[in-house]
Nanobody, 124 residues
Framework: VQLQASGGGLVQAGGSLRLSCVAS????????MAWFRQAPGKEREFVAA????????YYADSVKGRFTISRDNAKNTVYLQMNSLKPEDTAVYSC??????????????????WGQGTQVTVSS
């Protein structure tokens, strides 16, 4: 499985961005998908996840109500719509694919495949 993320950029606080992640796999809808982010000098952290076959969604408390994860199985693509962006959202955002069990859905070891990351910078 190869993942290609795009859509990052520079935006002012309060603005919006939509990240996309295209997966090169035939059975995309069998995979749970997630977004993680890593800010300079910090650990990688969970942002959002979506179960396979378009199931339930999960969010970090810091982005709940502002970010929305979705998937288009026909396009092998997962999206992260980011609204009301804050300077603390600045990070490299990476998409990930795997088959996590529910208890591990927010953890990096649960995902086998990772994209290269896309930079999101939010100015104040």
């Amino acid at each position: 499985v190869q993942l290609q993320a795009s859509g990052g950029g520079l935006v002012q606080a309060g603005g919006s961005l939509r990240l996309s992640c295209v997966a090169s796999v035939r059975t995309f809808n069998n995979y749970g998908m997630a977004w993680f982010r890593q800010a300079p000098g910090k650990e990688r952290e969970f942002v959002a996840a979506l179960r396979s076959h378009g199931g339930n969604t999960y969010y970090a408390d810091s982005v709940k109500g502002r970010f929305t994860i979705s998937r288009d199985n026909a396009k092998n693509t997962v999206y992260l719509q980011m609204n009301s962006l804050k300077p603390e959202d600045t990070a490299v955002y990476s998409c990930a694919a795997g088959r996590p069990i529910l208890s591990s859905i927010r953890t990096t070891p649960a995902y086998n495949y990772w994209g290269q990351g896309t930079q999101v910078t939010v100015s104040s």
